[in-house]
């Protein structure tokens, strides 16, 4: 049996909290290091990673570009986690909180920041008229789900993922806890999908952005978790995630910063589209 573990009345930090991702955890903000961030030529820069949050912003952009949008080409930078390229003063000046993905937008006589990714499918989605209905309520529908995937991200990833696949100790009630809240989740998806071709309506930065993690998830692609979840029995969800997934513009922006080098998101100019298709 685990020990007991009695909060103390006040919480200091005294070390490591182990796992993973231990260096990057603190419980301060701001920049670690003073560091510029490279600046391309197109007119959105993004700095981000190949992580779910990090693709929803590169799903978004390779269907933009897919649907004949030319001034939505992108330079995507590398933002290695792990390296701590996150808590540079050039990324906390774009992100003060420090996550990817964070992105400027160059297109204007201003260049301005906008953070959080579905703040940034929000904004490319409104800017060019795309993937979310002008009114009505498919579009109150569509930023629903939207907003249900980011309500329901931190309890996957930092929640599931961390205690099932990243935790230094495997403890049962934390994976039991969230193992049940992230079922629940896919059974949510399963009864929504069960007569819907797509999350809400057409096509929509809903489904990037639900894709990116409960797709991928459905998959296989996470925390190696497919069998103890027993994906395969949310059929509906299967049958969506297998449909998105064979996207040509959804491929493209699964592989955008998964690698070491920084790539050119230029996709219209197609300098890179070898790497990506």
């Known amino acids: ?69 030319k001034g939505a080409e992108y330079d995507a930078w590398k933002i290695d986690i792990m390296d701590l390229d996150q808590f540079t003063s050039g ?16 297109s204007g006589d201003t260049p301005f920041r906008v953070f959080e990714s579905g703040a940034i499918l929000l904004h490319l989605a409104e800017k060019f008229g ?34 099932y696949a990243y935790a230094p100790e495997k403890y049962r009630y934390p994976i039991d806890r969230y193992t049940m809240e992230v079922k629940r989740q896919l059974d949510v998806l399963d009864q929504h999908l069960a007569d819907r071709e797509f999350m809400a309506g057409d096509y929509s930065i809903a489904d990037m952005a639900i894709f990116a993690w409960h797709g991928q998830l459905a998959l296989g692609r996470l925390y190696d978790a497919a069998e103890f979840l027993q994906v395969d029995s949310y059929a509906n969800v299967q049958r969506w995630a297998k449909a998105i997934d064979a996207r040509p513009a959804v491929r493209r922006g699964l592989r955008v910063n998964a690698s070491p080098e920084r790539v050119d998101g230029a996709i219209a100019e197609r300098h890179s589209a070898a790497d990506l298709d």
């Open 130 to 163: 795309a993937f979310l209905p002008s009114g009505g309520p498919q579009r109150a529908e569509t930023q629903s789900w939207l907003m249900w995937q980011m309500g329901t991200a931190p309890l996957l990833g930092g929640g599931f993922g961390h205690f």
């Open 1 to 69: 049996m685990n020990d007991v573990y009695t909060p103390p009345k006040v919480w200091t930090q005294d070390g490591e909290n182990g796992g993973k991702f231990a260096s990057i955890n603190r419980p301060t903000a701001g920049a670690r290091e003073d560091r510029d961030l490279p600046v391309g030529d197109h007119p959105f820069q993004l700095y981000s990673l190949g992580t779910p949050n990090g693709q929803k912003a590169t799903i978004m952009f390779e269907e933009l570009l897919a649907a004949g949008h």
């Open 91 to 106: 990324f906390v000046e774009i992100n003060p909180n420090s996550k990817i993905p964070a992105l400027v937008d160059r």
